[in-house]
């Protein structure tokens, strides 16, 4: 391996026993099930929206719908599955949570059962296992957190692929960035060292006392992208004290798909992937010329931030495109709220991990917040527009249209739906 490639921990005698043992110990990431009464946990991959907008064509899930969550922990992704589709009222959906230890397991079941729900099927068992364990076929696999640890990640994305239904929709995935993970694998290999004799609990007081006292000059100290190690043992355990651990770019990513047969159906959130948006105008012309991949690569580049890779992949691409029947949808926003904000601002401004952004509008965006209600088609929300500013000439509102789609939609908020057949 080059100098210059991916940052990988290499093996050691018993590691596949100490990965084990480790979510046993510390089950990952931490959660109480009390907490299921005040909150739902959501984000990418694996909304229900998402899922429909760029593995479906924004059409409904199939009834019979089955999603399996490869390397489920402690729940995060099944909770939020399970009780979306629940609220969706997809018929027959059911979600299989597949993960080796007992102990986080135990916590999702938890979860579960605080919620009321039972369109959940727990097995245990390890992405290795899924031949022998003829779980069936899939119409989605959430694989969030869990490829980067795998002894054989391009042999662990294969066996998800094989679980695919010949007309399914695809994969969310998400593994760590290499960039913005800067440090880690030097203090991994740091407490390795200073830890080498000492069980796991011990390891972890260590890490402790070490952290607060190192120098100033250490990457992962000057890295203002991690803080997960501070939320709690289990986010410690994960980031600086894993038995089996690598970080991804672009490129390498996208060749793991491409070696499974998949195509990036996209880059989560699509605007961060864009590397318009860390370059001055006068420099976007120089993007023009580049495929999708190579343009993800240069804004992975050029950010330095990316501590995860968030995607969904699929066998094809299935198109979504921003047509007048397409109904525009909020994910998690409010359309009035956001109006407002807009109105206020002038801007939608934000941060992508810690790095500040101000991303500039078209003049009517409000008026277009404020009409996408998840009901209105694009054509019925042009109309409303046109009705509202019968001064705009038809070409800049569209115009407009299209910008306050790339915005909003390029931060993942504002998807596309289709009305049922």
């Not at 992937?273 to 992975?300: F, G, M, N, V």
């Not at 109105?343 to 810690?354: P, S, T, V, Y």
Request: glycine share 8%; with cysteine.
């Amino acid at each position: 391996m080059s100098p210059s490639g991916p940052q990988v921990v290499e093996p050691a005698a018993g590691e596949a026993d100490a990965v084990a043992a480790q979510y046993e110990a510390y089950p990952y990431p931490a959660r109480d099930p009390a907490e299921e009464a005040r909150r739902l946990i959501t984000g990418s991959p694996s909304r229900l929206l998402e899922i429909r907008h760029y593995l479906y064509g924004g059409r409904a899930l199939p009834a019979g719908f089955r999603a399996l969550v490869a390397g489920g922990g402690t729940g995060d992704g099944t909770i939020m599955l399970a009780q979306q589709l629940a609220h969706a009222g997809v018929p027959g959906a059911e979600v299989v949570y597949l993960d080796l230890s007992a102990a986080s397991r135990a916590i999702c079941t938890a979860r579960a059962e605080a919620r009321g729900l039972s369109n959940i099927r727990f097995v245990q068992g390890a992405i290795e296992d899924l031949p022998a364990l003829a779980l069936g076929g899939f119409d989605y696999v959430d694989c969030c957190g869990v490829l980067h640890h795998l002894a054989e990640p391009a042999a662990g994305l294969a066996r998800l692929v094989a679980v695919l239904k010949p007309a399914a929709g695809g994969l969310g995935v998400m593994v760590y960035g290499q960039y913005g993970r800067s440090g880690v694998y030097e203090l991994q290999a740091a407490l390795r060292t200073l830890g080498r004799d000492l069980d796991l609990p011990a390891r972890v007081r260590l890490t402790k006392t070490l952290l607060p006292a190192l120098p100033q000059t250490n990457r992962f100290a000057r890295n203002p992208v991690l803080g997960d190690h501070r939320r709690s043992d289990a986010e410690l355990v994960d980031l600086l004290l894993h038995a089996r651990d690598r970080a991804y770019t672009v490129p390498e990513l996208a060749a793991l798909a491409a070696g499974a047969g998949l195509e990036v159906a996209a880059w989560i959130e699509p605007l961060r992937y864009d590397p318009a948006t860390y370059l001055p105008a006068e420099l976007h012309a120089r993007l023009d010329d580049l495929a999708a991949d190579e343009r993800a690569a240069l804004a992975e580049a050029l950010a330095g931030n990316f501590k995860t890779h968030t995607l969904y992949l699929a066998r094809t691409r299935t198109p979504n495109p921003p047509d007048d029947a397409a109904i525009p949808t909020w994910v998690e926003w409010d359309g009035a709220a956001v109006a407002a904000a807009v109105k206020r601002d002038r801007a939608l401004a934000g941060a992508f991990d810690g790095l500040p952004l101000r991303l500039p509008l078209p003049p009517r965006a409000a008026a277009f917040a404020e009409l996408c209600d998840g009901r209105r088609s694009l054509a019925e929300v042009d109309a409303a527009l046109a009705r509202r500013f019968r001064d705009l000439p038809d070409e800049r509102r569209r115009r407009e249209t299209v910008e306050a789609l790339r915005v909003f939609g390029g931060l993942n908020r504002l998807l596309l739906m289709r009305a049922a057949a």
